[in-house]
């Protein structure tokens, strides 16, 4: 089925480990994204893509890398997991072009770190 | 001030009402889109609107670009339709999303 796979769903770190979470959308969308949700806050950019091989920060980037090595995977790394990142995370996807575009979204990880 | 703001933040309705959730945001956009998201649950993409009206199913939506202000509209409230529903625009030129807070809908059967 198309769409945007994303894994794992759930993961608990202890502070200090490294982690990370995949993503890959079947349908040959340009734009990806990684987003994490906190109660209240609403959905927050961490990192996007816009082609195969460029990444740019979004909103709350420190502590964060990716990789966007092909155009179907976008990868986030934490390096060195933190309390505050303490959340569930989102990957998705935007396409097929500007003039009729729909987001697609992974189903999310619940990241706990302890 | 966030650039998207939704209303009600809370809705609570009874079955089979008409339900209106406001979503007004302040710079020049491409594309606006309507999103829910069930307790626990994944994001689904409802709409995409850059101007005029969309319906699918009881679902209606509808933008003004002069106004800068979208409306999501339920016609006959179900309780399936219990959700987070998240408006998100993209700027002109853009490639980000700037996301509302979302509104919580219940409906009680």
């Known amino acids: 089925n198309a769409g945007v796979t994303q894994t794992p769903k759930f993961q608990v770190l202890k502070t200090g480990q490294s982690m990370t979470l995949q993503c890959a959308q079947d349908m040959n969308h340009n734009s990806m994204y990684w987003y994490r949700q906190d109660p209240g806050m609403g959905l927050r950019l961490i990192y996007y893509s816009a082609s195969e091989g460029t990444t740019d920060k979004g909103e709350v980037p420190n502590g964060y890398n990716v990789s966007r090595l092909n155009k179907r995977e976008f990868s986030l790394r934490l390096e060195s997991a933190a309390p505050s990142q303490t959340s569930v995370y989102f990957c998705a996807s935007r396409g097929p072009n500007q003039g009729s575009e729909k987001l697609f979204f992974g189903s999310g990880t619940q990241l706990s770190v302890l | 001030k966030n650039e998207v703001e939704q209303s009600p933040q809370n809705l609570t309705a009874q079955e089979e009402e008409f339900i209106t959730i406001n979503c007004s945001y302040s710079v020049g956009i491409s594309a606006l889109h309507w999103l829910q998201q069930h307790p626990g649950g994944g994001i689904v993409s409802l709409f995409m609107?850059?101007?005029g009206k969309k319906k699918h199913g009881r679902l209606i939506a509808t933008i003004n670009i002069q106004e800068k202000h979208s409306s999501l509209h339920i016609t006959a409230s179900h309780p399936r339709d219990s959700a987070v529903y998240i408006c998100a625009v993209r700027p002109n030129g853009n490639e980000k999303l700037t996301f509302g807070t979302g509104t919580r809908l219940t409906i009680i059967p």
């Open positions: 609107l850059s101007s």
